[in-house]
């Protein structure tokens, strides 16, 4: 697995990909355009990945996961990208700061994921982070802006 050392070539590089995949379909929903991402770009290259910070000991308890790294694979930065794109590049740069001392974390409802949520310079955002089965690796899998509302209801 190749992991990207600077957030903005992984984020150029997922654009990029939403580009080329939107130009070859340009009618295509948003929900084809990640399969289409899904089922035609290389698995190696999606499984690429940006580390994007550490989970505190609270996470970790959470999660009950073996580490505290936590990192964001191309495809998922490719399907954020589709199905969120109100989120900016300077979004993006803050998830490691943000992920130190979020103001909400829950469980999901299946509780296999931990959804982090925080807010940041009067924004609302969630952040939902998965640990694989074997709890060895934490990948970013959604990143969002939520309402005050939504905030609310955690």
Same mark, same amino acid.
Request: proline content about 2%; glycine content about 2%; charged content about 25%.
């Given at each position: 697995m190749?992991?990207?050392k ?9 654009r990029?990909f939403?580009s080329?995949? *939107?130009? =070859?379909?340009?009618n295509?929903?948003?929900i084809k355009?990640?399969? @289409? +991402?899904?089922?035609?770009? !290389? ?8 580390f ?5 000991s609270k %996470?970790?308890? #959470?999660?009950?996961? /073996?580490?505290?790294?936590?990192y ?9 990208i589709? %199905?969120?794109?109100?989120?900016? +590049? ?8 943000? =992920?130190?001392k979020?103001?909400?974390? +829950?469980?999901? *409802? ?6 982090i949520?925080?807010?940041? !310079?009067?924004k609302?955002? %969630?952040a ?7 709890k060895? /690796?934490n990948?970013?899998?959604?990143f969002?802006? #939520?309402? /005050?509302?939504? @905030? !609310?209801k955690?």
């Amino acid at each position: 697995m190749k992991d990207y050392k600077n957030i903005e070539n992984f984020i150029g590089d997922g654009r990029n990909f939403v580009s080329i995949i *939107k130009n =070859l379909h340009p009618n295509i929903s948003k929900i084809k355009l990640v399969e @289409f +991402a899904r089922k035609y770009v !290389n698995k190696s290259i999606l499984n690429r990945c940006y580390f994007v910070g550490y989970l505190n000991s609270k %996470q970790l308890n #959470l999660l009950n996961t /073996e580490t505290s790294s936590v990192y964001f694979s191309l495809d998922s930065i490719i399907k954020n990208i589709i %199905q969120h794109p109100e989120i900016s +590049a300077c979004d993006y740069k803050n998830i490691d700061i943000i =992920l130190k001392k979020p103001d909400k974390i +829950a469980l999901s *409802k299946s509780n296999l994921n931990s959804i982090i949520l925080f807010k940041k !310079n009067n924004k609302y955002y %969630q952040a939902v982070i998965k640990t694989t089965k074997n709890k060895k /690796e934490n990948f970013l899998t959604s990143f969002r802006n #939520l309402s /005050e509302k939504e @905030f !609310n209801k955690y």
